[in-house]
């Protein structure tokens, strides 16, 4: 997590507020407690806890941070086959190995993905050569295109 950057993900209302929206709105609390970030809303004295989502310093080519959650593509193969989307690549944190992962996930039409939910270090890729098209909060209709 680069500068202690988050966001969180509010499911009830299909969104993702960004760090500086949770710091300046009264509504939205972030807190640490037993060493995890925890993030509430507050709604008529009712406490919500939102899905913190971890910013990594990491550039792209149409971004220069990636946002645990991101789905990400290339042009090249896995990721294209024959100019048809193949796989997609979802930016996953694992708190065990404190490194983020981009998971497999295919995606090509009427194909079954050997590769399917197999995940590799993000440094493993070079990723100038990604785009990110969404995510899998507000867009998970990208993953399941077969």
């Given at each position: 997590?680069?500068?202690?950057?988050?966001?969180?993900?509010?499911?009830?209302?299909?969104?993702?507020?960004?760090?500086?929206?949770?710091?300046?709105?009264?509504d939205?609390?972030?807190?640490?407690?037993?060493?995890?970030?925890?993030?509430?809303?507050?709604?008529?004295?009712?406490?919500?806890?939102?899905?913190?989502?971890?910013?990594?310093?990491?550039?792209?080519k149409?971004?220069?941070?990636?946002?645990?959650?991101?789905?990400?593509?290339?042009?090249?193969?896995?990721f294209?086959?024959?100019g048809?989307?193949?796989?997609?690549?979802?930016?996953?944190?694992?708190?065990?190995?404190?490194?983020?992962f981009?998971?497999?996930?295919?995606?090509?039409?009427g194909?079954?993905?050997i590769?399917?939910?197999?995940s590799?270090?993000?440094?493993?890729?070079?990723?100038?050569?990604?785009?990110?098209?969404?995510?899998?909060?507000?867009?998970?209709?990208?993953?399941?295109m077969?």
């Amino acid at each position: 997590m680069g500068n202690n950057e988050f966001q969180a993900w509010d499911e009830e209302f299909n969104k993702i507020y960004d760090g500086t929206e949770i710091e300046n709105r009264e509504d939205l609390i972030a807190c640490l407690s037993h060493g995890k970030l925890r993030i509430y809303k507050i709604e008529n004295g009712e406490h919500t806890e939102l899905k913190p989502l971890k910013v990594f310093q990491k550039e792209i080519k149409n971004k220069n941070k990636l946002i645990e959650g991101d789905i990400l593509t290339a042009e090249q193969y896995p990721f294209q086959l024959q100019g048809e989307y193949n796989y997609h690549g979802v930016v996953e944190w694992d708190d065990d190995e404190v490194t983020c992962f981009l998971t497999l996930r295919c995606v090509g039409k009427g194909k079954r993905g050997i590769s399917d939910y197999v995940s590799s270090p993000l440094m493993d890729y070079d990723l100038l050569e990604f785009n990110a098209i969404g995510n899998i909060y507000e867009n998970p209709e990208l993953l399941n295109m077969n």
